[in-house]
T-cell receptor
């Protein structure tokens, strides 16, 4: 399978702990996106990379959140000092370098903060 | 900023019934429009997309959608649903402005249940 891969699939953590998620995009895609989805809602945009450059960040992305894509391939999303409100599905997507290129999503990482 | 409204949260149909899921967006500029589907336990998949040209677009699995610019709508249709169409359907818009050209804004989704 050459789709978008996310790890882990599930993460349960205690409030105040730090967590890190990984996303491996489709290999020829140089755009990478992070979205967050809560129950009963559609995905909400968090941030976007073109190669290793983080070009857009949503106001949803508080200073406890940081995303990196150091070599322009895989990306990590770290949440520091997790809060219960951070519980959600974190989705990664990738696309070709074209405005009209559709997004290809991974299966997501489900985070539960207790 | 753009927004997307999906009118129905949950639709229940019998097999062979016709389907129409509503989607309206709010944005004054030029947009790209998408429908994504999420089957149980699977990732979001692109069903169809509209960028320009013929406002009636056809997607996979017999789905189609019509862009009506005057109504800011992009409703999804299928003449005859199957049990395997049971899934959650998301409408999304991508505004072609320089500040937000790369992020999709999704609606809250419509859960479709097709009864055998």
């Amino acid at each position: 399978d050459t789709g978008v891969s996310q790890d882990p699939r599930h993460k349960i953590t205690k409030r105040g702990q730090n967590v890190t998620f990984r996303c491996d995009p489709i290999s020829e895609h140089n755009r990478l996106y992070w979205y967050r989805q809560t129950l009963g809602q559609g995905p909400e945009f968090l941030t976007y990379f073109q190669n290793e450059a983080q070009l857009e960040k949503s106001r949803l992305l508080s200073d406890r959140f940081s995303a990196e894509r150091p070599k322009g391939s895989f990306s990590t999303l770290e949440i520091q000092r997790t809060e219960q409100g951070d519980s959600a599905m974190y989705l990664c997507a990738s696309s070709m370098d074209s405005h009209n290129s559709p997004l290809h999503f991974g299966n997501g990482t489900r985070l539960t903060v207790t | 900023a753009q927004s997307v409204s999906q009118h129905n949260h949950h639709v229940i149909l019998s097999e062979a019934a016709s389907l129409e899921l509503g989607c309206n967006y709010s944005y004054g500029g030029t947009v790209n429009l998408f429908w994504y589907v999420q089957y149980p336990g699977q990732h979001l998949q692109l069903l169809l997309k509209y960028f320009s040209g013929d406002p009636l677009v056809k997607g996979i699995k017999g789905f189609e959608a019509e862009f009506i610019k005057s109504k800011f709508s992009f409703n999804l249709r299928k003449p005859s649903v199957q049990w395997s169409d049971t899934a959650e359907y998301f409408c999304a818009v991508n505004a072609r402005s320089s500040g937000s050209a790369r992020q999709l804004t999704f609606g809250s989704g419509t859960q479709l249940t097709v009864l055998p």
